[in-house]
Every structure is written in C-alpha cells, then in structure tokens.
C-alpha cells in the first residue's frame, strides 16, 4: 500500500538556496557600537553604503562602502557627524544610494548627502585618513521628544515616514522641509513603522499591542488589529508585496516566537499562524517581494531562516535550515538587489551588525552550473527612479514602484541613481551674504558715479 502513494513534492527555484560564512577580508570591523537600544534594526544599507551607529558625543554614525571591507578606525576614519544627541535608526533613500536621514534623542531628523569621494577604508582594507561629514541638507524639526523609527517612501521621491516617544507619527517632505500629515494618538512608544508596496498606506505596531493601518496622506487609521500576539515582545510587520496578504513578527502567551499572516481585507483573524521557536530575541522579518522568499532573522542568535510565501494555504513554506553561526547579531538589514553580484546568482545580501566581531555581509545564492544570466530568479526589481513626486502623492496619485532588469547586457552601468541636489541651509547663508556684499559694493559703486538707485 506504501508503495503506491505519490509524495508530491513542492518544488521550488529557491529550495536550495544556501549561504557562507564571510571570510575575515570580506567584513567590515573596528568599530565601537551605540549602546542605546531599541527597536530599530540598527543598521540600514543602499546598494552602495550601509550605515551603523558609534559609540560617542554628537550621535557619530560610520557609514561604510560595500566594496571596501576592512577596519574602521575611530578618529582616522571619515564619519557623519552633526546631532546634538545619540542617534537611534536611519534609513537609505531609495532613489539615491548617497542620500540617508538619521533620527536623535535631540528630536530632529537629519538628512546628509555622502560625498562621491567618501572613503572610510582604502582598497586594502585599511583606515583611510578623511574629514567628517558635519553639514547636513535639511533638518526636520516637528517631533516633541526623542524620535525612534524612520522609513521612506517606497514609489515617491522625498517621502519619509517617522516615529517618535511623543507617540506621534509624521510624513514629511524632505525636499521642502515640511510635515505632510500627523497621526498624533499612538497610545505608547511604536515598534515598528513600514509602507505597503506603492506607499498608500502605513502600518505601525505599538507597546499598547495595537496594529494600525494608516492612510498617510490624511495622518488617520483605515484599520486595526488589536492584539495580534499574546506576548509582552515587540511586533514587526511587514506588506508581503502586492498580494493583500500582511505579515506579523512576535510572540504567544508562552513566548514562543510566531509569524501570523493576514488578509488586509479581513483583519478579524489570522489566515495562518507558524510558531517559529522559544528564543528570547525580537525577529526581524525581511521580505523580498520580487522572488517571494521571507528571511527572518533573530536579534541576539545567529540564524537566519529562509521561507518562501505563496499566495495560498499553508502562505509559507520553509526553504531549509538557512544559515546559522555562533556569533549573535544585534540587528539585520537588506541590500536593495541593484546592489546585488547577479552573475553569482546571488539572491539576496543581508547586512548582520554583531556585537564585537563587526558587520558581515550574509550572500544567499542558488546554486547553477550556468554561467548565463538566470533569469527566472531574477525578475525586475525596483529601480532607483521615482513613480512620482512628493506632491503629486499627496495629492492622490498611486502608483507601482518603477522597475528594472537585473540582467547586466540591458541595465545601465550606475546601479546608483541620480544624485540628488538639495540647497542647505549653509550654503543658502553663504550664498546671500555674498549676494549682499555684492549688492552693497555695487551701489557704493553707483553712489560714486552719482547715479540715484531708489
């Protein structure tokens, strides 16, 4: 009778997907970390730069190149310096790999522009000699106590969404310097704040175990969940693409550790719920949209776990045992795939900040024999062009992220976008006391030649 059962087994491109440990050359270390804690992820990353907090006076922040591994050295090495207090989460902007802004303990949120020459290590892993980058472009003031989360806009440019312990939620346009919308009844401090793929809606977990799904354009909620893990751990939350289906990270009554997925329909109950395990640490789930696969990572362990979601029950399907290590990360981020060595069928880059051994750059890959471009792993992902403006999003436009192909024959060269030109405040003063000198020798000048200019 065994004999003449079918096992289907579920195929997958990405079940074998495995990943490395680094070599020692390949990661970046010498480092001394903040030691706030918090809810955020600690580190952020651009196909080009990744960023990480320091230890010290003014909220110091390393921002380093992917391409040049090595050791950092404090006070040789360039940083990006300019709050008057720690700083606690940053955020890349995605349509310009050199543009982040970082939020404080002071409650401003700064947004700094990496010079094209920025080299905190040389080509030899070593520290290289630079000055700090201290001027920012724009700073946003509007939050009343320390703020705690940022994110972008996925499809607009200069849309940025923050959080912050005066339990407010604000949408800014960092181009004009101005709020756009402000959700001021959070109720408690927020664990988590993310867009949905076309950046019409905002979600936010709260300490008060309340999910709540935000239109941002009004700075008002659309939709709730109340309590969607039993347990006392932060919630994390994540759109699983443009499927109307919603993941959320936390832990049951027992603490164990569990995903639940829902319909952003129907948010009564949970369409599936998986018990992960009965680790203390917060899982980070971070989700690529473009092939499907979830990989959900763990502050305080060293295991990253590989799962791929399908639009249908059981929604995820665990790939395999992923990657472990004994060394524990303090956070987690993922590298936007333009950043991504194709040609290596490399999936996915996840960025793990540890304690004291650095930041290690986790490679997932599916193994081919080909040397081709794969395509059927690779589908278009988004680029780095924005489907609209800041204003033409509030005003009510909704629209897709832009795309592009990975395959390197159609691509163009710069995996970065164009590099954004804001005037700051600085140069704007520089400019108008050189405007009045000019003014004023002008007129001395017409005085002298008697010629009335009133």
Same mark, same amino acid.
């Not at 680094?22 to 600690?42: A, I, N, R």
């Not at 009844?185 to 664990?191: R, S």
């Not at 395959?407 to 030109?421: A, C, H, L, V, Y």
């Given at each position: 009778?065994?004999?003449?059962?079918?096992?289907?087994?579920?195929?997958?491109?990405?079940?074998?997907?495995?990943?490395?440990?680094?070599?020692?050359?390949?990661?970046?270390?010498?480092?001394?970390?903040?030691?706030?804690?918090?809810?955020?992820?600690?580190?952020?990353?651009?196909?080009?730069?990744?960023?990480?907090?320091?230890?010290?006076?003014?909220?110091?922040?390393?921002?380093?190149?992917?391409? =040049?591994?090595?050791?950092?050295?404090?006070?040789?090495?360039?940083?990006?310096?300019?709050?008057?207090?720690?700083?606690?989460?940053?955020?890349?902007?995605?349509?310009?790999?050199?543009?982040?802004?970082?939020?404080?303990?002071?409650?401003?949120?700064?947004?700094?522009?990496?010079?094209?020459?920025?080299?905190?290590?040389?080509?030899?892993?070593?520290?290289?000699?630079?000055?700090?980058?201290?001027?920012?472009?724009?700073?946003?003031?509007?939050?009343?106590?320390?703020?705690?989360?940022? =994110?972008?806009?996925?499809?607009?440019?200069?849309?940025?969404?923050?959080?912050?312990?005066?339990?407010?939620?604000?949408?800014?346009?960092?181009?004009?310097?101005?709020?756009?919308?402000?959700?001021?009844?959070?109720?408690?401090?927020?664990?988590?704040?993310?867009?949905?793929?076309?950046?019409?809606?905002?979600?936010?977990?709260?300490?008060?175990?309340?999910?709540?799904?935000?239109?941002?354009?009004?700075?008002?909620?659309?939709?709730?969940?109340?309590?969607?893990?039993?347990?006392?751990?932060?919630?994390?939350?994540?759109?699983?693409?443009?499927?109307?289906?919603?993941?959320?990270?936390?832990?049951?009554?027992?603490?164990?550790?569990?995903?639940?997925?829902?319909?952003?329909?129907?948010?009564?109950?949970?369409?599936?719920?998986?018990?992960?395990?009965?680790?203390?640490?917060?899982?980070?789930?971070?989700?690529?949209?473009?092939?499907?696969?979830?990989?959900?990572?763990?502050?305080?362990?060293?295991?990253?776990?590989?799962?791929?979601?399908?639009?249908?029950?059981?929604?995820?399907?665990?790939?395999?045992?992923?990657?472990?290590?004994?060394?524990?990360?303090?956070?987690?981020?993922?590298?936007?795939?333009?950043?991504?060595?194709?040609?290596?069928?490399?999936?996915?880059?996840?960025?793990?900040?540890?304690?004291?051994?650095?930041?290690?750059?986790?490679?997932?890959?599916?193994?081919?024999?080909?040397?081709?471009?794969?395509?059927?792993?690779?589908?278009?992902?988004?680029?780095?062009?924005?489907?609209?403006?800041?204003?033409?999003?509030?005003?009510?436009?909704?629209?897709?992220?832009?795309?592009?192909?990975?395959?390197? =024959?159609?691509?163009?060269?710069?995996?970065?976008?164009?590099?954004?030109?804001?005037?700051?405040?600085?140069?704007?003063?520089?400019?108008?006391?050189?405007?009045?000198? =000019?003014?004023?020798?002008?007129?001395?000048?017409?005085?002298?030649?008697?010629?009335?200019?009133?």
């Amino acid at each position: 009778c065994i004999s003449k059962m079918a096992f289907k087994i579920r195929t997958s491109k990405y079940r074998h997907i495995f990943c490395d440990a680094p070599k020692p050359e390949e990661c970046f270390t010498g480092f001394k970390l903040s030691t706030l804690t918090g809810d955020q992820q600690y580190i952020k990353a651009s196909a080009k730069y990744f960023a990480v907090a320091l230890f010290g006076g003014g909220g110091p922040i390393m921002v380093g190149r992917h391409d =040049r591994p090595g050791r950092f050295e404090s006070g040789t090495s360039s940083i990006v310096q300019g709050h008057k207090g720690a700083v606690l989460d940053f955020d890349f902007n995605p349509f310009d790999d050199s543009m982040f802004a970082s939020a404080s303990e002071d409650t401003t949120i700064k947004i700094w522009s990496i010079p094209d020459d920025w080299e905190p290590t040389d080509e030899n892993g070593l520290a290289k000699k630079g000055d700090p980058l201290e001027d920012s472009l724009v700073d946003l003031v509007g939050h009343r106590k320390k703020v705690t989360l940022l =994110r972008f806009h996925p499809t607009a440019s200069n849309v940025l969404g923050s959080c912050s312990s005066d339990y407010s939620v604000k949408v800014w346009d960092i181009e004009k310097g101005e709020e756009i919308s402000s959700f001021n009844e959070m109720g408690d401090l927020a664990h988590d704040i993310v867009w949905d793929v076309n950046g019409d809606q905002l979600a936010t977990s709260c300490k008060d175990k309340i999910v709540r799904l935000m239109d941002p354009r009004a700075g008002s909620v659309s939709g709730t969940i109340d309590k969607p893990h039993e347990g006392v751990k932060s919630v994390k939350l994540s759109y699983m693409g443009d499927t109307g289906k919603f993941l959320t990270v936390g832990a049951s009554r027992q603490s164990a550790r569990e995903v639940k997925i829902w319909d952003l329909k129907n948010l009564s109950e949970p369409l599936t719920c998986e018990t992960i395990d009965t680790a203390s640490g917060v899982l980070v789930p971070l989700y690529d949209s473009d092939t499907g696969v979830l990989y959900l990572s763990g502050k305080g362990d060293g295991i990253v776990r590989p799962y791929e979601f399908e639009d249908k029950n059981p929604y995820l399907h665990r790939l395999n045992d992923g990657f472990r290590s004994t060394a524990p990360a303090k956070g987690v981020c993922m590298v936007p795939k333009r950043g991504l060595d194709v040609m290596a069928c490399e999936t996915a880059r996840i960025m793990k900040l540890t304690n004291n051994q650095g930041v290690h750059p986790l490679k997932f890959i599916v193994p081919r024999k080909s040397d081709a471009f794969q395509d059927d792993i690779f589908p278009d992902c988004a680029s780095a062009t924005p489907a609209h403006t800041a204003d033409e999003w509030a005003a009510g436009s909704s629209k897709a992220p832009v795309t592009m192909s990975l395959n390197p =024959r159609e691509r163009k060269d710069d995996i970065s976008g164009p590099k954004k030109k804001f005037r700051t405040v600085g140069t704007l003063s520089k400019e108008l006391d050189e405007a009045q000198k =000019r003014i004023a020798f002008l007129e001395k000048k017409l005085k002298d030649a008697g010629i009335s200019y009133d």
